[in-house]
């Protein structure tokens, strides 16, 4: 899947470890990815979550889609963080699965994800 992702694949993304319903990737805040306050825009940091997400309910089953996703931000990013984003499965029933992600940058909490999953037929 990932080597499809041309969105992640722009940004720098990058796998660093995967296994059945858990990820682990990373990303560096650029330039490109700092808004007006000069921290790093949500939308980028969703992105990363929701990347991670779709590594963890993905691997190595059938294709699963999200069904709805939540994020809160807990800390600025800043231009040059290395972002790491930390997926596990928490319950799986039916079609249907919850995973929580964790963004961080180095011990710091930068947000947290929650996303319901659909296993596509």
């Known amino acids: 899947m990932m080597a499809a992702d041309r969105a992640s694949q722009a940004l720098g993304i990058a796998v660093r470890r995967l296994s059945p319903g858990a990820a682990e990737l990373s990303m560096t805040v650029t330039a490109s990815m700092v808004n007006g306050h000069d921290i790093a825009h ?4 969703f992105l990363l979550a929701d990347t991670a997400f779709a ?4 691997y190595p089953g059938p294709a699963t889609v ?4 939540d994020i ?6 800043r231009l040059g963080d290395e972002l790491i984003a930390i997926a596990a499965e928490r319950v799986r029933y039916g079609r249907s699965g919850i995973y ?12 947290e ?9």
Do not use: E, K
Not at 55 to 58: L, S, V, Y
Not at 66 to 69: D, L
């Open 113 to 121: 994800f929650r996303g319901t999953s659909r296993t596509l037929r």
């Open 72 to 77: 809160t931000f807990v800390s600025p990013a």
């Open 42 to 45: 949500g939308g980028y940091i």
């Open 100 to 111: 929580d992600i964790t963004v961080r940058c180095g011990d710091r909490v930068v947000a």
């Open 55 to 58: 590594c963890a309910c993905n």
């Open 66 to 69: 999200a069904a709805s996703a």
